[in-house]
C-alpha cells in the first residue's frame, strides 16, 4: 500500500463534539492520524509535499459511527453487501458501521466475524466492526461464547431486530457480560405484545384498517431489561426507543446511576406515522414510526442528552419483499446515506445544536464502544467528514449507492451533503459535483 500522503484541511468550520467546541480552523493528517488542530487560523507550516484543503467554510467534524446497520453478508448479498452498504456510508459522512449479527448464518461463531472482518479488509471503504449475536443461531435458548466472539472482534452483543424475550436467559447473559464490561443492545419490542400489529396503535391505524403496534410492547421489555441491569450491574444499552414512556424510563435508570444507555433510530426522529401516507411500505420500520408528539419528545431527549445516540437502522430491503400489502411487507428502510442530512433537519428547526446533535452521531457511539475517534484532537484517528448543512437537495433513490432503494426519504427536500470523506486519513468519498 502506497504511504500516505500529508493532509492539511483549511478555512474550515471546526466542530468538535467531544467538546461542544464550534469555530474556524485547520487540520494537519499523517500518517492516517490527526497531528494537529489549530482553532481559529490556519496550520503555521506545512511541509512541502503536503496535500492542501480548502474547506472553503464547510463543517469540518469527525466522521460519524453508525451503531446498527445491516450490511448484508454472509446470506443477504442481494439485499446489501459490504462493498455497496460501505459506498452508501463513505457517501453520507459515516466512517465507522457496526454490522448487525442477523445475517445468514448468524454472526455467533468466531469464524463468521473473522470472515467479516477479512471482506471488510477487501471490499469496504469505511471501518466495518461486528456484533455478535447474542443467543447461538438467534433462537434465543443459549448464550453464545462471549469472550471469544470479543477476542475475535466483536464489539457488542444482541440478536439484532429480534427481542430476547426470556428474561433468566437474559439475566444471565448480563451476568456473563458483565465479567467482560461487554455491551449489550436489545431490541425493545416485545413480540407477544406487538401481536400482528403493522404501525404505531391509535386513530391513524384505525382510520388506515391497520392492526396498531401498542406503546407498551416496547415500554414493558425496556422496563424488564433496565430492573435486569439493575440487578447484574452489566452495560446495557436500548438499541432504538421510540415514545416519551421510554424516555422517562431512561432517565430514572440513569439517575440512580445505572449503567444504561439508549439509541434512536433517525426515523423516529424526522418522521412519524402520517408519514405512512397512502400505505406507502418504505415507511414500514421497526419500531414503527409514532405520533408527532412522540416524535417531539425524542428529539427533546435527544438535546437534552437522555438519548445517548442517534442510529441509520440501515435495513436495506428488496422489492419483493416492500412490493406488497402494507401488513405483509417486510420491516426495513435505508437509512446510512442520508442519515446526516435527515439530522440536520433538526439543527435547521432550531431544535438542537449542531455540536450536540454530532455528538449523538459520533463522539457517544465512539465512546460506548472504546473508540478512538469520534473528536477532532491530536492523536485520534483521520476519519472526518466535510460536509455543507446548507446544501438543499432532492433525494433520489435512484442515486442511492445502495443496492436496495427503499428509503423513507425518496423525493424528500433535505438541506446537508457531504463533499469529502476521510477514513484513516484516506479519501474514500469526494462529492465530483463540487
Known amino acids: 500500500m502506497a504511504e500516505l500522503q500529508d493532509i492539511a484541511i483549511v478555512n474550515a468550520r471546526l466542530v468538535d463534539p467531544a467538546t461542544g467546541r464550534d469555530e474556524r ?229 440513569k439517575a440512580s446511576g445505572l449503567r444504561v444507555t439508549c439509541g434512536v433510530s433517525i426515523n423516529n426522529l424526522t418522521l412519524n406515522e402520517n408519514d405512512v401516507g397512502d400505505y406507502r411500505t418504505f415507511c414500514k420500520v421497526s419500531p414503527p414510526l409514532r405520533h408527532e408528539q412522540e416524535r417531539l419528545a425524542m428529539v427533546a431527549a435527544l438535546a437534552e442528552g437522555v438519548i445517548d445516540v442517534v442510529v441509520s437502522d440501515h435495513d436495506p430491503q428488496d422489492v419483493e419483499t416492500k412490493r406488497q400489502p402494507f401488513a405483509e411487507a417486510a420491516d426495513g428502510a435505508l437509512g446510512i446515506e442520508t442519515l446526516l442530512p435527515a439530522a440536520l433537519r433538526m439543527v435547521h428547526a432550531g431544535q438542537i445544536g449542531l455540536a450536540t446533535l454530532l455528538a449523538s452521531l459520533s463522539a457517544r457511539p465512539a465512546g460506548l464502544l472504546g473508540l478512538p475517534g469520534g473528536r477532532l484532537a491530536v492523536g485520534a484517528p483521520a476519519d472526518l467528514a466535510l460536509f455543507d448543512p446548507d446544501a438543499p437537495h432532492v433525494v433520489d433513490k435512484r442515486k442511492l449507492k445502495s443496492r436496495a432503494k427503499n428509503s423513507p426519504f425518496d423525493e424528500a427536500k433535505l438541506e446537508g451533503l457531504v463533499r469529502t470523506t476521510l477514513v484513516a486519513g484516506r479519501v474514500v468519498y469526494h462529492d465530483d459535483a463540487v
Request: proline content about 6%; charged content about 25%.
Open 25 to 253: 480552523g485547520s487540520l494537519l493528517i499523517r500518517s492516517g492520524l490527526i497531528v494537529d488542530v489549530v482553532w481559529g487560523g490556519a496550520p503555521p507550516t506545512v511541509a512541502e509535499g503536503t496535500h492542501l484543503i480548502d474547506a472553503g467554510g464547510l463543517v469540518l467534524a469527525p466522521g460519524l459511527v453508525d451503531l446498527r446497520a445491516f450490511l448484508g453478508e454472509p446470506g443477504a448479498e442481494f439485499r446489501e453487501t459490504l462493498g455497496t452498504g460501505s459506498q452508501a456510508a463513505a457517501a453520507g459522512g459515516v466512517t465507522t458501521v457496526v454490522c448487525r449479527p442477523d445475517t445468514d448464518p448468524p454472526i455467533d461463531d468466531p469464524a463468521i466475524i473473522d470472515f467479516i472482518k477479512r471482506r471488510a479488509r477487501d471490499k469496504a471503504i469505511v471501518n466495518v466492526l461486528p456484533s455478535a449475536a447474542l443467543t447461538k443461531g438467534m433462537l434465543g435458548k443459549e448464550i453464545t461464547e462471549f469472550g471469544l466472539l470479543l477476542e475475535a472482534g466483536a464489539v457488542a452483543f444482541g440478536d439484532g431486530a429480534k427481542a430476547v424475550r426470556n428474561p433468566q436467559l437474559l439475566r444471565r447473559a448480563m451476568i456473563y457480560a458483565r465479567d467482560f464490561d461487554a455491551l449489550l443492545m436489545n431490541h425493545v419490542e416485545d413480540p407477544d405484545l406487538r401481536g400482528s400489529g403493522v404501525m404505531n396503535e391509535g386513530e391513524f391505524a384505525s382510520r388506515k384498517g391497520l392492526p396498531g403496534i401498542p406503546h407498551e410492547a416496547e415500554t414493558v421489555m425496556l422496563e424488564r431489561d433496565i430492573r435486569l441491569a439493575r440487578a447484574t450491574g452489566s452495560r446495557y444499552h436500548a438499541a432504538m426507543i421510540s415514545c416519551a414512556e421510554s424516555v422517562e424510563l431512561v432517565r430514572r435508570a
